[in-house]
């Protein structure tokens, strides 16, 4: 089994431009999350979704979007790209007994 | 609202010494609890968790948590690293109803 599929694994964006970050499970996990790692700040969640077509905000979700129009797709959107999302991005989907199964995360640097 | 604690940010262990690195949390109710490890440039892999039932949880490689309510800790345990183990260790809580929270991570290194 793939499990969750993030891509790209690696991106370079100027300041100001948008991009979409994929992600993708197979596992038809309903709970899906997008997280932010940064040095010493552990993650932090974005968003997240309970179903298709349920969304909500989590820690830090400006200048983020996000919307699950199935269970196995949840897109990360990025508006107009500041050097402060520069971070690693990972998407995770939750199965029964609330285990998070991770995908292999997208290096972001925005110059 | 939860929060986590992870108290040290860095662990230096010799192989085949024990370890323990410690985790906290606050919350009101009552909570899920979980370990995770990230190996490097990885994504981040479940240890062990914590739902219900014996306070000791046992997960892969040879780690062990102990639930205590009572101090409010879920403290992992291994008793002999190997130099395999070397990673970024994340403690995390979740309630039956809010979002999962992750603490700021340890690193674990193991010196051969």
């Known amino acids: 089994n793939a499990g969750v599929t993030q891509t790209p694994k690696f991106q370079v964006l100027k300041t100001g431009q948008s991009m979409t970050l994929q992600c993708a499970q197979d596992?038809?996990?309903?709970?899906m999350s997008w997280y932010r790692q940064d040095p010493g700040m552990g993650l932090r969640l974005i968003h997240y979704s309970v179903g298709a077509g349920i969304t909500d905000q989590g820690e830090v979700p400006n200048g983020y979007n996000v919307s699950r129009s199935t269970t196995e797709d949840f897109p990360l959107r990025l508006l107009s790209a500041a050097p402060s999302q520069t971070s690693v991005y990972f998407c995770?989907?939750?199965?029964?007994?609330?285990?998070?199964?991770f995908g292999s995360g997208t290096r972001l640097t925005v110059v | 609202a939860q929060s986590v604690t992870q108290l040290d940010s860095q662990v230096p262990v010799f192989e085949e010494a024990p370890v323990e690195l410690r985790c906290n949390y606050s919350s009101s109710v009552s909570v899920y609890l979980f370990w995770y490890v990230q190996y490097p440039n990885q994504g981040l892999q479940l240890l062990l968790k914590y739902l219900s039932g014996s306070t000791l949880v046992k997960g892969i490689n040879g780690f062990e948590a102990e639930f205590n309510k009572s101090q409010t800790s879920f403290h992992l345990r291994k008793p002999s690293v190997h130099i395999s183990d070397t990673a970024e260790y994340f403690c995390a809580v979740k309630t039956s109803y809010d979002k999962v929270i992750f603490g700021p991570g340890t690193s674990l290194s193991v010196i051969p």
């Open positions: 995770a989907s939750q199965g029964a007994g609330y285990g998070y199964t």
């Open positions: 596992m038809n996990h309903e709970y």
